[in-house]
């Protein structure tokens, strides 16, 4: 169908299990594992799986998440139950333990199962770079980038990213993590904040008193310690609402270029949060699923091996539209589907427009006022090259 065939000299497998998406966050919570459902069924209606080696993925085990976080906190989410919700209207946010409870990261039925297979889904994409078996690995049940060692936070409860970089670690000298989810990529950032081994590169909305997570300044680079080996080993591009497609792209060529150049890393670990599209309901940005999706291009471009990781994404039309539209990238078939959402895709009705490149008019109802003026995003540009100019290998 649609001349889709496996590419050539290279492999890509996506990893995924049908399981996590039947999990509720609850009515109200913007998450919607749902959305995998919805990715996974556009994916094939476009053929692409005959390109790509499919996996079913196996939950993590205690042990696997137990590399990362701690003890007392896998202990306390592997047991605790949607009873132990604190049910106070007054206060929703009102917290049980390790920030597990309130409005942001509710305990809901299934809530451990859903964690380790997630972080099941990321671990096997990571074991397939490492073992050379896959060349592009694609985990969009994974990519919940807040997640800290002790503690859920953001709708992210185990970091798989963080895993699968550790994982990453046993076979590569050095791994870039690049994070394109609207929210700041907190806790991976925080994970290999004092080491050189992993640079961390986040683009996101940064406006602290209004915006989640509040991290992430141009100035935050790591260890302000020039002893410590992680110094400079964080980069960050703060930005503002309305960001259009151009910027974005030209932004991220020329920050991710000049690192390719600097860290010369030997994979890549991209979280594709698809909360940065225009008409998101969390995110504030411009972006169109082409935008996006130049960035997946690009990273392509630089041969590496890598891990596609999901993320926020909160409109599922078009959490489904870029993340299929991503899969196409990887496996090179982008110039070969059609625009036109098959007749034959399942909820069709539900992406309301039928084509997979919506316009920012068909996204929203009133495209946002763009905040970014070129001058700054040029000082952004600058300040991470200086920053570069203290890297290098
Ligand atoms: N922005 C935002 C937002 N919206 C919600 C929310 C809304 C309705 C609900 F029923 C439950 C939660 N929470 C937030 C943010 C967290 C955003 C997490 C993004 C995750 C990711 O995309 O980066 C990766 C998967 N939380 C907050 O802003 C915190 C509050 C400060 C305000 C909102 N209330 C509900 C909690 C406390
Ligand atoms: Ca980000
Ligand atoms: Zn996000």
Redesign the pocket.
Known sequence: EYGIVRPKGYTVSYHATPEMEKHHF?Q????KPWRLTLTKSLVTAYGMPFAMDNYVTREATYEELNAFHSSDYLDYLSTAAPEDQPRDIEN??KEVKYNLG???CPLFHGLYNYCSMSAGCSLDAARKISSNQSDIAIAWGG????AKRYEAS???YINDIVLAILQLLRTFPRVLYIDI???HGDGVEEAFFSTDRVMTVSFHKYHPET??PGTGALEDNGPKSENNPGAHHAINVPLQDGITDEQYEALFESIIGTINERYRPSAIALQC?A?SLAGDR?GRFNLRVQGHGACVRYCKSLGLPMIVFG???YTPRNVARAWAYETSIAIGADTRIPETIPDHAPWREHFIHDTLFPTLEQSMNEPRHNRNSDKRLREIVAHVHEQLRFVSH
């Open positions: 609850g109200t919570h913007p998450m929703p946010d309130g409005s942001d990519g919940l980038h807040h953001g709708f992210c989810d609207v929210h915006f989640f949060g909360d969390l993320g926020g994404g």
